[in-house]
């Protein structure tokens, strides 16, 4: 099966979310969801983005769901890959290995 190219994007804010003390920080969590899946998987087909909540957006899609974060009090760090999210708050990484495995990323040699 032909990797295809997915996104990994991660939502997320400075401040650590009210109910994930304790927790690390999005922008941690984002570097170290790229460390831990490159240690896996082959890079080529995987881009990463990080959309900072708090910061007005440009693109729709981001902009949709950064309103609904708030409107509907989400848990974040939030992980999608590509349009799936995956993870809302702590992401688990089996979780998104999972989901990297359905659209076909290889496995490092």
């Not at 509907?72 to 998104?96: H, S």
């Amino acid at each position: 099966m032909n990797a295809k190219k997915v996104t990994i994007t991660v939502y997320g804010a400075e401040q650590i979310c009210a109910s994930c003390v304790g927790a690390p920080g999005s922008k941690d969590t984002y570097e170290w969801l790229q460390a831990a899946i490159a240690r896996k998987y082959v890079a080529d087909p995987i881009a990463y983005e990080y959309i900072d909540i708090n910061q007005p957006q440009d693109v729709d899609k981001h902009k949709t769901f950064v309103e609904q974060i708030f409107s509907e009090d989400l848990f974040y760090p939030i992980v999608f890959v590509n349009d799936d999210m995956v993870a809302e708050g702590i992401p688990r990484l089996k979780t998104i290995y999972q989901s990297l495995d359905k659209y076909g990323v290889q496995l490092q040699s």
